[in-house]
Structure formats: C-alpha cells, structure tokens
C-alpha cells in the first residue's frame, strides 16, 4: 500500500471511530421477482410476506399537523462529501445506483440506534411517501444497514436492522444539474434490465441532498417492496429537491418486462399505532413568498402547514 493510500486508509478509519464513539447503541426485492406493481396480478394487493399481515408497514401519510416533536441530536452523514464512483442499473422495478466505498458512507447519530453504512440508492415515480395526502413526482431512497451485520441481506432479519433515507423532488422547468450525471445513460439503462453502466463522472451524494438534514419525518416501518419486512428506521427529509420536468419524464420512460415502468410506488399504509417524529430545523430556512410561486403543492402544504404550528 502507497503512503497517500495508507494515509487515506487511516482517515476514514479515524473519522469512523470518532462517529462510533459519539453514536448510541429500499429495497431488497424477493427471490424471484415475479411482484409487480400492477393492481392485481402479482401486485401490491397480492404481495406476500409481512406485505399483508404487518403492522408496521411503508409508506405512509405524513402530516405535521399530527406529528409528535422530535428532540433528535443532528443526523450526521460521513464521507458522503467524497467524489465516489458509481454505476447505475436498470432491475425492472427501478432505477439502482451502488457506489464504490474506499471510505465507509455512513449514516450515524439523529436519533439512530446504530451505525448504518450505505448499501444503495434508488427510485420511485411518482413518491411512496405522501405530505398530508400530497404525492410528489419522484422519491429517492439512500438504503442503509447496521454496520455490525456482514451485509444487508443479514441486517434485515432483525428490527432496526436497516435505516432508509428518503428525499422527495419537486418540478421545475429547469433541470437539476446535480442528478443529470446520473441520468446520462437512462436511453440505454431504460431499455436493459440487469446491466450496470459505469457512470463517466464521479459522484458526490452529498449534492444529492437538500441544504436542511436536520428537518425530517422519524417512524418505524418496513420497505416497500416484497417480502415487506418491518426492519427499517425510516428518516423523509422535509426539504424538498429541485428535479426538472424533464428528467421526471425519463424515469417514465423506464422498460419493465419490455413495457414502460409508468410508476412504481407502493399505495400508502395503515400507521396504527405508530408514532411519527418531526424534527424541526433550527431556523426557519424557507421564505413563504419565494415558496409559494415556485414550489409544486406537495411542497407548499408543508411549509404552509409548518408556518401554522409555529406561529
């Protein structure tokens, strides 16, 4: 090993100890992928597993009207400033993105149980989540899982076992330069299942993200694919992301068993007696005026609706 690569080594080794020090104690698709999300054969309604009989499953409705004050230390993301290299793959129910990890990506503390490393990201049109009954035109999910387990496959039999990150996207008519690197083979990814294509620039997932990581939605719950299992801690940024009207139309476009993927969210689920978080940022960081010409609905009713709880 090179000194610079040792001294990289040592870096993030250093840097994880210190998050680990300070920290308390999706997607996984079934085998055999024959779940669709068609209404009826083989979807969400026919979905097996814990899809039918849990209680605790995603998505679900967020409203900060009901919402129980969250008192959270700040959510804390390492090594997702690095430039990383990346590739993006068409599975037949999204769009995946896996990325290489010479740093650990981490998400730590925020009122997490555990260290969750980075396992993948993907996508869902229109969103699974809802603001108060409000589906926005595209979800991103960043899937984590405690890092004391070998790899996510372990990690999901256990609750709390994975941590998903979800971020939701608003139109505009000018597109988001940040995502468009990850969209630049989406002619050919839109038309092959099972072929990863090496992303020609690297990635930094911390552009990816909204200026405000500590506004986010907390609850209990489970993924939103087959076999539906109730191991995730979910955090939904409150912040919404920028994405042009455009580049929604790609995912659109998406070959599912050689016909377009038009959308692929789970219907929202039951909360029952599940306790949904809001943590509030420190400080207001959005103006109601600037908002209100600009952002789709899915975004305005939660900021309008945040403005009325405080004031």
């Known amino acids: 090993m090179s000194p610079t690569a040792s001294t990289a080594a040592m870096t993030c080794h250093h840097l994880l100890l210190f998050i680990l020090a300070g920290s308390t104690s999706s997607f996984l698709p079934v085998e055999g992928s024959g779940w669709?999300?068609?209404e009826g054969g083989n979807g969400p309604d026919e979905w097996p597993g814990m899809c039918q009989v849990g209680a605790r499953q995603s998505p679900v409705d967020l409203d900060?009207?009901?919402a129980v004050p969250g008192h959270f230390e700040s959510l804390v993301l390492l090594n997702y400033d690095r430039k990383t290299v990346g590739n993006v793959t068409n599975n037949g129910h999204t769009?995946?993105?896996t990325f290489e990890q010479p740093c650990e990506m981490v998400m730590a503390a925020g009122g997490l149980p555990a260290?969750?490393?980075?396992?993948?990201?993907h996508f869902h049109w229109r969103s699974e989540h809802t603001f108060q009954g409000k589906r926005c035109p595209l979800e991103m999910h960043m899937v984590h899982y405690d890092r004391q387990f070998k790899k996510l496959g372990d990690a999901v039999k256990f609750n709390q076992g994975l941590a998903v990150l979800a971020v939701l996207f608003y139109e505009t008519k000018e597109p988001n330069t940040v995502l468009q690197p990850l969209l630049e083979f989406m002619p050919e990814v839109s038309q092959t299942e099972g072929i990863p294509y090496k992303l020609s620039q690297h990635v930094t997932l911390q552009n990816l993200l909204p200026d405000e990581l500590n506004y986010f939605y907390r609850y209990a719950g489970s993924l939103t694919t087959p076999n539906c299992d109730e191991s995730v801690v979910w955090t939904v940024l409150a912040q919404l992301v920028p994405i042009g009207v455009q580049q929604v139309a790609q995912f659109h476009k998406v070959q599912s068993h050689h016909e377009p993927l038009t959308s692929n969210f789970r219907p929202i689920q039951t909360v029952n007696k599940r306790q949904i978080y809001l943590q509030q940022p420190s400080e207001r960081y959005q103006e109601i005026s600037a908002a209100s010409s600009v952002y789709e609905s899915c975004f305005i009713v939660i900021v309008l609706s945040t403005f009325s709880i405080t004031h």
């Open 115 to 121: 260290v969750y490393r980075l396992e993948q990201i």
């Open 36 to 38: 669709t999300y068609k």
């Open 95 to 97: 769009l995946m993105l």
């Open 64 to 66: 900060p009207k009901t």
